[in-house]
T-cell receptor, first 115, second 113 residues
């Protein structure tokens, strides 16, 4: 069964450094998402992406964040200058298309620790 | 704004027994979708069950079923014949058509042997 994959599974970085989190959505899916989960808290929406542009973003997704689909398979989340409070689990998700209420399929997550 | 509330931070159930996890939500929409996701210690998010708001019939997936009360904006998850592998965090989530998902704070389920 196809699944969303994410790399790396864990990332440790110094405050102020740039990080890129990578995701490979399910191959025939058209909508892509990033969520984050700070330890012990709820999963929070960051951004959705469709047709090579951001379709929706939350207030968390400020100028420090950017997303890109550099090729036909990868979907990346870049954090330009990491802060301590960026430490969280980051989940990528994808859904097939514009059918209302489609299920989003989540990847296993990348655990980011900012020191 | 859509909010999702899970009022039970923790629940416990004896193996083979039945447990119900509560979820309420707030919305002014009539067309939306509701989900339960399971998050085991690995922290992966696994879809358990989904419900379309326009359907009156409650969704069922094997041992998992929901009690969807649209007027009350309630969406509880019932786990029958609980198994040790059911132990996890359970998140209720709401999604408008073609929008992102809003999650509740989660309920940690413990299954006692």
């Amino acid at each position: 069964e196809p699944e969303v994959t994410q790399t790396p599974s864990h990332q440790v970085t110094q405050m102020g450094q740039e990080v890129i989190l990578r995701c490979v959505p399910i191959s025939n899916h058209l909508y892509f998402y990033w969520y984050r989960q700070i330890l012990g808290q709820k999963v929070e929406f960051l951004v959705s992406f469709y047709n090579n542009e951001i379709s929706e973003k939350s207030e968390i997704f400020d100028d420090q964040f950017s997303v890109e689909r550099p090729d036909g398979s990868n979907f990346t989340l870049k954090i330009r200058s990491t802060k301590l409070e960026d430490s969280a689990m980051y989940f990528c998700a994808s859904s097939p298309g514009r059918i209302p209420g489609e299920t989003q399929y989540f990847g296993p997550g990348t655990r980011l620790l900012v020191l | 704004a859509q909010t999702v509330t899970q009022s039970q931070p923790e629940m416990s159930v004896q193996e083979a027994e039945t447990v119900t996890l509560s979820c309420t939500y707030d919305t002014s929409e009539s067309d939306y979708y509701l989900f339960w996701y399971k998050q085991p210690p690995s922290r992966q998010m696994i879809l358990v069950i989904r419900q379309e708001a326009y359907k009156q019939q409650n969704a069922t997936e094997n041992r998992f079923s929901v009690n969807f009360q649209k007027a009350a904006k309630s969406f509880s998850l019932k786990i029958s014949d609980s198994q040790l592998g059911d132990a996890a965090m359970y998140f209720c989530a709401y999604r408008k058509v073609n929008n992102d998902m809003r999650f509740g704070a989660g309920t940690r389920l413990t299954v006692k042997p």
